[in-house]
C-alpha cells in the first residue's frame, strides 16, 4: 500500500504539491518506454500533436499506469475512495527543444467543479532542470484561480499558450524526479517547465486528471474510467478499457474523447492551437 503519510498529506495542503513519490524501479520504468518508443516507432502518428492526449484509450501499456495501485492509493489519501480517471496527457521534449510548458494552473480552463481532484505526472525519463523539469510556486493554489494570457507562442506545449503573469520566479521550486517517480499537484498550484536542453529525450505522462466522484464537468462533456470505489454522481460517460494496441475501435473512441476535450480546451479562445 503507498497511502501517503501525514507529513506528506500537510505538505501538499501548505505547498500545493507532494514529490517524488516513487512508484517503479528505475528497470519497470526502463521497460515502459521501451514499450512507449516501440509504439511510436509501429505507430508514427499515435503520441504525436492532439494524439498525445488520452493515449490511455489506445494502448494497454497506459491504461496498466492509471490504474496502478499504488499510483491509487497515494491519490486515494488526497481526493477520498471514490475517484474517476478524466483523461491523459504525454508530455515529451525531444533532445535540445525549445518547446516549453508557460506557467499555468490546470484548474483555469477544464472547468471541473468542484475542486476535489488531483494531477499525477509520472517521470519516464529522469526529469531535471537540464531537461526541462516542473517548477512549482508552493502555496500559489491557496489564492484560486489567477488571470491567464492566451499567448498561442509556437513553443509553447499548452493548447493556447495560456500564461499567468508576473510569476515571482525565485519562489518557484524545480521538481526533479528519477524515472519511475510521480509528483502530484493541486489544480490551482502555479507551474510550468522550460526547454530541453539536454541531448536525451524527457518524458512525462500526466493524469490529468483523478477526479473524485463528485466532481461535475461544466464546460462540456468528459469522458472517464472508474478508478476506485463507486460513481453514485454519474456526471460523466464510463468507458471500457482498451481491448489491445491501436485497435481501430478504441482510435475512433480516443479521437471522440479528444473532440470534446478540444472543444473544453478552447472555450471562448480566439483561435484554435495545434495540441
Same mark, same amino acid.
Given at each position: 500500500?503507498?497511502?501517503?503519510?501525514?507529513?506528506?498529506?500537510?505538505?501538499?495542503?501548505?505547498?500545493?504539491?507532494?514529490?517524488?513519490?516513487?512508484?517503479?524501479?528505475?528497470?519497470?520504468? =526502463?521497460?515502459?518506454?521501451?514499450?512507449?518508443?516501440?509504439?511510436?516507432?509501429?505507430?508514427?502518428? =499515435?503520441?504525436?500533436? *492532439?494524439? *498525445?492526449?488520452? /493515449?490511455?484509450?489506445?494502448?494497454?501499456?497506459?491504461?496498466?499506469?492509471?490504474?496502478?495501485?499504488?499510483?491509487?492509493?497515494?491519490?486515494?489519501?488526497?481526493?477520498?475512495?471514490?475517484?474517476? /480517471?478524466?483523461?491523459?496527457?504525454?508530455?515529451? &521534449?525531444?533532445?535540445?527543444?525549445?518547446?516549453?510548458?508557460?506557467?499555468?494552473?490546470?484548474?483555469?480552463?477544464?472547468?471541473?467543479?468542484? @475542486?476535489?481532484?488531483?494531477?499525477?505526472?509520472?517521470?519516464?525519463?529522469?526529469?531535471?532542470?537540464?531537461?526541462?523539469?516542473?517548477?512549482?510556486?508552493?502555496?500559489?493554489?491557496?489564492?484560486?484561480? *489567477? @488571470?491567464?494570457?492566451?499567448?498561442?507562442?509556437?513553443?509553447?506545449?499548452?493548447?493556447?499558450?495560456?500564461?499567468?503573469?508576473?510569476?515571482?520566479?525565485?519562489?518557484?521550486?524545480?521538481?526533479?524526479? &528519477?524515472?519511475?517517480?510521480?509528483?502530484?499537484?493541486?489544480?490551482?498550484?502555479?507551474?510550468?517547465?522550460?526547454?530541453?536542453?539536454?541531448?536525451?529525450?524527457?518524458?512525462?505522462?500526466?493524469?490529468?486528471?483523478?477526479?473524485?466522484?463528485?466532481?461535475?464537468?461544466?464546460?462540456?462533456?468528459?469522458? /472517464?474510467?472508474?478508478?476506485?470505489?463507486?460513481?453514485?454522481?454519474?456526471?460523466?460517460?464510463?468507458?471500457?478499457?482498451?481491448?489491445?494496441?491501436?485497435?481501430?475501435?478504441?482510435?475512433?473512441?480516443?479521437?471522440? =474523447?479528444?473532440?470534446?476535450?478540444?472543444?473544453?480546451?478552447?472555450?471562448?479562445?480566439?483561435?484554435?492551437?495545434?495540441?
Amino acid at each position: 500500500m503507498s497511502h501517503l503519510t501525514k507529513e506528506q498529506i500537510d505538505l501538499y495542503n501548505r505547498d500545493g504539491f507532494i514529490a517524488p513519490i516513487d512508484i517503479y524501479s528505475r528497470e519497470e520504468a =526502463a521497460a515502459i518506454r521501451q514499450e512507449l518508443e516501440g509504439l511510436e516507432a509501429s505507430y508514427p502518428e =499515435a503520441v504525436t500533436g *492532439r494524439n *498525445r492526449n488520452n /493515449v490511455h484509450y489506445v494502448t494497454s501499456l497506459f491504461d496498466k499506469i492509471v490504474h496502478n495501485p499504488d499510483i491509487l492509493d497515494a491519490v486515494e489519501t488526497l481526493i477520498g475512495k471514490d475517484f474517476l /480517471v478524466g483523461g491523459t496527457t504525454l508530455f515529451i &521534449k525531444e533532445p535540445e527543444q525549445r518547446g516549453f510548458i508557460s506557467w499555468h494552473q490546470d484548474a483555469r480552463y477544464i472547468g471541473l467543479e468542484p @475542486e476535489n481532484w488531483v494531477t499525477a505526472w509520472l517521470a519516464l525519463s529522469d526529469v531535471t532542470t537540464e531537461n526541462g523539469c516542473m517548477y512549482m510556486w508552493p502555496g500559489s493554489h491557496l489564492e484560486g484561480a *489567477r @488571470e491567464h494570457l492566451d499567448t498561442f507562442d509556437e513553443e509553447n506545449l499548452l493548447t493556447r499558450g495560456q500564461t499567468v503573469q508576473n510569476v515571482p520566479t525565485n519562489d518557484t521550486i524545480p521538481v526533479a524526479l &528519477k524515472a519511475g517517480q510521480l509528483s502530484l499537484h493541486h489544480p490551482w498550484v502555479v507551474h510550468g517547465s522550460g526547454h530541453n536542453s539536454s541531448k536525451s529525450r524527457r518524458i512525462g505522462f500526466a493524469i490529468q486528471s483523478y477526479i473524485g466522484t463528485n466532481v461535475d464537468s461544466v464546460y462540456g462533456k468528459i469522458f /472517464v474510467q472508474q478508478a476506485r470505489g463507486s460513481d453514485t454522481y454519474r456526471y460523466h460517460q464510463h468507458t471500457p478499457r482498451p481491448s489491445s494496441v491501436m485497435a481501430e475501435q478504441d482510435v475512433e473512441f480516443r479521437d471522440k =474523447a479528444n473532440e470534446a476535450l478540444k472543444a473544453i480546451f478552447y472555450r471562448g479562445a480566439k483561435k484554435i492551437g495545434k495540441y
